[in-house]
């Protein structure tokens, strides 16, 4: 394959022999660079070089003019903006910064397309004021200065082009417009100098006259990258503008246009691949590369419809890709560090006098947070163990144990909403980073690039006057890290190129791969991101949607023109506002098929693999055993059995390897504190009546007292929680309810005749289960909520605040207690009822729940049916009934000590 600037090369030298004295304009600066390098691989003899510009280094040279930072820019048209005395209302900077960057834009568009400013300005202004509120409605103040601004952009525009003149400067847009008038005064200074523009397609008119006038001196040609298939389409959008040109202008009424070529008919292959996904187009370009020999990496190309594919791309890249140049560098927006500043502004934009614990966790569990803060993880433990939801900065600091914390200062004291703080801040901490601690080499790279970041805030900052909240910077900071990237080293002409769309013009390889051809990506879609109207647009010809098209076209096109083959990738996945809908492009290439092209059609769908799961077995090993010996001795608790039965892979996570659930605040009171609660103030008002008679009395005089107690729990166990608000108010109420409706209950009995005395209370009970088959001892242990007399009637009652009905304390066979968990709360009275005949001898006892979510239904006891559904059923807890269950008890124990016997795990429903 020859490339379209080897055949430019080969033509300039045949027509001008000695080139070191003609001036060569390409696209782009990467352009130059692949011509620069095809002259000197062709060159028989040592001689110089001709002068290589890009359009944009060449439009500079001839209007004197440097183009200006965009980040500069901004402050520089606020400047501008400021001193427009037209525009009475003037809006601060970080408002002004959210809309101007789009009109400097509209600004960038007419003067690249030499529109008269003021018609212009006259004409938008008039279409401002009829969009919005008419001409006949009567005018507010708002209505007044939103006119007004339309009203003051001629104003504004000179404002910012006179202040900008002054310092030699200008954005993209003036420059051209400036070369566009200085062309005269060029062409009478360089009348014997030879112009040859090489590759160009869309042209905006400020770009159009030079090139014209140029050629008009009859010492300039232009070479068109084009194909003859494409050009001869009238129809056919990839050659629109060169069509164009050559229709009309005046140069090529008596010039033979070059080079339109005729490579798109020769022979190519194309793959059409649709995937699941943007990872799975990585993953499968990586394969198709795995299969390519050096020689054949060396002419392929990758490129990238949807730059966000750079980095999974990067690291699905095969062994045999040796040598690799990226065109597009890493954007610096996506590295964590970017994202931990962002955290930190994020805190520092509210004004509150504490910080939420979510907001300090995430610094802190940062990996820049955990270099900065050796403690960080006590910190956030602490946190946790406290339950404290807000804290202040001296708290804060108090809680890490360290007196003089320099760094969470730095991190977290108020920076007070100034710009000059926030700043500083961010620079300490870079500096403290890169100092004090050791980094890899990325790391170490993308923090040098913050600081020069900040550094530029910083001295912009010193210039202009403007930055005066911390939401400025953050705003400023954010549009930076996203303009900045960290570029690849790599061999610019060797190996596998890795390029954008607008980085492959003028270049062509044997091999294009390119990734993302969906539509509203390759194509994008029409962007609405200008104050220009659409008819606005076709009043004064600027390019509207269809031309920005046509660009895309050409570009996808002219990869294709000397390429035999070419694999297209799109994700057929929906998603948000991805449509997963293969690019028209595509659906273009199908319906025109030319007969010496081959199309293939393949659809990737990962593998998927149906696997019987099979329930997890843990065997018991002597360590586990062990384990159970320790547990045996100290006491089996209710809950720890009845967790055995719902699921003995709980019972061996939870028990043997003592994995609890993940701690972290609570923010919201969880259904078990809420429980503990209740239970803690019950034992605080009863545990004084032990032994005694409950009278109406103290049950009003504990009713009196039920807000200031429940307030007393609530801290105890909520800890730093607050429950003066939202949610946690809602449960502090619940609470009280309970325990008042609770109180209400006793009371109505007590009225009604009934002698309640009580017992024990929250009392911890211990008890030796003799198991002849095991060899070491066995005990269960347990904590009963209260036992008391109704009438002279023993009663042992276990508090639940969810909600239990009476099915729940029921029984129908012995054995369905130690294998289905819907008894487990028979269970558990049971082993109350058991454990307690220890203490007192139980004959004809009552055990059971009192739901407080179910409290209409009483005293809910437990009782063993005939048969389901029967009616008929004792509730007595006898002898007989505590050496039933200790049967079942026994075997339940058997199993779980049984080291021939696997925890297994349960199908759970």
């Not at 045949?14 to 990467?30: A, V």
């Not at 400067?169 to 008038?181: D, F, H, P, T, W």
């Not at 610096?332 to 614990?357: D, M, Q, W």
């Not at 809602?730 to 009280?736: D, G, H, L, M, S």
Request: hydrophobic share 40%; charged share 25%.
């Amino acid at each position: 394959m020859i490339s379209f600037l080897e055949e430019v090369v080969t033509a300039i030298k045949n027509t001008n022999g000695d080139i070191s004295d003609i001036t060569l304009i390409l696209p782009s600066k990467r352009a130059g660079g692949f011509l620069k390098n095809i002259l000197k691989n062709t060159a028989i003899q040592t001689t110089f070089a001709p002068k290589i510009l890009s359009i944009e280094e060449f439009i500079e040279d001839l209007s004197n003019l440097k183009i200006i930072d965009n980040t500069e820019l901004l402050f520089k048209s606020y400047q501008a903006y400021l001193t427009t005395k037209v525009i009475e209302e003037k809006e601060d900077f970080e408002t002004y910064s959210s809309w101007a960057i789009t009109l400097l834009n509209d600004f960038n568009e007419i003067d690249r397309y030499l529109v008269e400013p003021k018609p212009f300005f006259s004409y938008l202004s008039s279409i401002k004021t009829l969009e919005r509120w008419g001409v006949d409605q009567e005018k507010t103040e708002l209505i007044n200065n939103y006119l007004q601004f339309w009203a003051g952009l001629p104003d504004f525009y000179e404002n910012l082009q006179t202040l900008l003149l002054n310092e030699n400067l200008g954005y993209q847009g003036m420059v051209y417009r400036e070369a566009a008038s200085n062309l005269e005064h060029y062409i009478n200074s360089n009348r014997n100098k030879k112009h040859i523009f090489i590759g160009f397609n869309a042209l905006n008119f400020a770009e159009q006259n030079i090139i014209q006038e140029l050629l008009e001196e009859e010492n300039t040609e232009i070479y068109w990258d084009t194909d003859k298939t494409f050009y001869e389409d009238t129809k056919h959008s990839a050659s629109y503008f060169i069509r164009k040109y050559i229709k009309e202008w005046k140069y090529f009424k008596t010039n033979t246009p070059k080079f339109i070529a005729s490579n798109f008919e020769k022979p190519k292959y194309f793959q059409f691949v649709e995937v699941q996904k943007n990872i799975g187009q990585a993953k499968y370009v990586g394969e198709l590369l795995s299969g390519l020999s050096d020689d054949e990496i060396n002419k392929t190309a990758i490129v990238l419809g949807d730059e966000n594919l750079l980095v999974p791309l990067l690291y699905s890249l095969p062994e045999n890709v040796k040598n690799l140049n990226v065109t597009m560098g890493v954007s610096l927006k996506n590295f964590p560090a970017v994202v931990f500043f962002e955290l930190l502004f994020g805190i520092h934009l509210r004004t509150a006098e504490t910080i939420y614990y979510k907001e300090i966790l995430s610094i802190l569990n940062h990996p820049l947070g955990t270099l900065l803060v050796p403690n960080a993880s006590d910190i956030a433990k602490n946190l946790t163990r406290e339950n404290i939801t807000h804290i202040s900065t001296a708290g804060l600091i108090e809680l890490s144990g360290i007196s003089e914390n320099e760094i969470l200062q730095f991190l977290f004291e108020d920076w007070k909403d100034d710009s000059q703080t926030a700043i500083k801040r961010a620079l300490q901490v870079l500096e403290e980073l890169q100092t004090k601690h050791t980094l890899n080499t990325i790391e170490r790279v993308v923090l040098h690039q913050l600081t020069a970041v900040f550094n530029k805030i910083d001295a912009l900052n010193q210039k202009y006057p403007h930055l005066k909240s911390i939401k400025s910077v953050q705003t400023l900071f954010s549009e930076l890290t996203s303009a900045t990237s960290l570029d690849f080293e790599g061999d610019a002409y060797n190996g596998l190129q890795l390029m954008g769309v607008l980085e492959t013009r003028v270049l062509d390889f044997e091999n294009v791969i390119i990734t993302s051809v969906n539509e509203g990506i390759f194509p994008s879609g029409k962007s609405n991101a200008s104050f220009i109207t659409y008819d606005l647009k076709q009043q004064f010809n600027l390019p509207v949607y269809t031309e920005k098209d046509a660009i895309y076209t050409y570009h996808f096109y002219r990869l294709l023109q000397r390429a035999k083959n070419v694999t297209l990738l799109y994700n057929n996945h929906s998603e948000g506002i991805n449509t997963g809908e293969k690019s028209r492009f595509i659906r273009q290439l199908e319906i025109e098929k030319h007969p010496n092209h081959i199309i293939e059609k393949r659809i990737l769908s990962p593998k998927v693999q149906l696997k019987s799961k099979s329930l997890k077995q843990i065997d018991k090993t002597d360590a586990v055993m062990q384990r159970l010996r320790e547990i045996a001795e100290n006491g089996f608790s209710p809950s720890a059995l009845t967790s055995y039965i719902r699921n003995p892979i709980d019972f061996y996570f939870q028990k043997i390897l003592k994995l609890n659930e993940f701690e972290e605040v609570e923010e919201t009171v969880a259904a078990n504190t809420l429980g503990t609660i209740v239970h803690d103030t019950l034992e605080t008002f009863y545990q004084p009546m032990k032994d005694a008679v409950l009278t109406v009395q103290n049950l009003l005089d504990m009713k009196g007292r039920i807000h200031e107690e429940i307030t007393v729990q609530f801290k105890k166990t909520f800890k730093g929680g607050t429950f003066n608000k939202g949610k946690n108010l809602i449960v502090f109420e619940v609470a009280k309810r309970y325990i008042s409706n609770f109180l209400d209950r006793e009371i109505t009995e007590i009225q009604a005749g009934n002698v309640i005395k009580i017992i024990q209370i929250e009392t911890d009970l211990t008890l030796e289960i003799l198991i002849p088959e095991l060899d070491f001892p066995v005990k269960i242990h347990g904590k009963v909520d209260r036992v008391d007399e109704y009438n002279g009637q023993l009663r042992i009652i276990d508090y639940k605040t969810g909600s239990v009905n009476q099915g729940d304390v029921e029984i129908v066979n012995w054995e369905d207690l130690n294998q289905d968990y819907k008894f487990s709360k028979a269970f558990q009275v049971l082993t109350y009822a058991l454990m307690m005949n220890k203490e007192i001898l139980i004959n004809n006892a009552e055990a059971g729940i009192i739901s407080f979510k179910n409290l209409g239904s009483g005293f809910l006891k437990f009782g063993v049916k005939e048969k389901s559904g029967s009616r008929n059923k004792s509730q007595m807890i006898t002898n007989e009934t505590l050496e039933n269950f200790t049967v079942e008890l026994k075997k339940l124990i058997l199993e779980i000590c049984d080291s021939n016997i696997p925890f297994t795990e349960k199908v759970i429903d």
